[in-house]
């Protein structure tokens, strides 16, 4: 009975086969996989892949301060402070400014197109310059991670002011 006792408090050890170092280096593998996917998705070919390109935007009814504001070389960052482009002035203007325009209902029920006055509210067209790349789906990359699609509208900062604007078109320089 004694011997019994001693058999049963004896350490088991439990020895790995091979389906058990399989199921291990599966594992590894698709840690590696996920982290590779990860990084690859936020840095997808590096900084040496980035072209120049000039991203055409669009303000519309803001103040007249706003494009007023923006100069020359300013930096336009993402709201979330990842940087958009490079101000460029084209024909020696940031932005072409022209009043905004409105559409009207008239007593007749006929729309009409109307503008602010002078110094009100503007629209403004611009260029900037964006580092990124065209995907093997044909959209332009900015930075790499931010698709710009004509039609698409950005919340974007400068140093001295905050606007929305709407890309209109995206040009390899």
Not at 90 to 111: C, R, S, T, W
Not at 113 to 139: E, H, M, Q, R, W
Not at 143 to 163: M, N, S, V
């Amino acid at each position: 009975m004694e011997r019994q006792n001693e058999q049963g408090k004896e350490k088991r050890s439990y020895k790995l086969n091979i389906l058990d170092y399989i199921i291990i280096c599966f594992l590894v593998l698709a840690c590696a996989a996920v982290i590779v996917r990860v990084y690859t998705l936020y840095h997808p070919l590096g900084n040496s892949a980035m072209e120049s390109y000039s991203v055409t935007v669009r303000m519309e009814s803001v103040l007249s301060s706003v494009p007023a504001s923006v100069k020359d070389g300013d930096t336009a960052y993402f709201k979330d402070g990842r940087v958009f482009g490079t101000v460029i002035a084209g024909n020696g203007e940031v932005f072409k400014i022209q009043p905004a325009e409105v559409v009207l209902e008239g007593p007749d029920g006929q729309y009409c197109k109307g503008s602010y006055p002078d110094g009100t509210l503007v629209d403004a067209v611009g260029t900037l310059i964006c580092a990124g790349f065209v995907d093997a789906n044909g959209y332009f990359l900015c930075d790499g991670i931010t698709p710009l699609i004509p039609g698409q509208t950005f919340d974007l900062k400068t140093e001295l002011a905050d606007f929305t604007v709407t890309v209109i078109s995206v040009a390899s320089d």
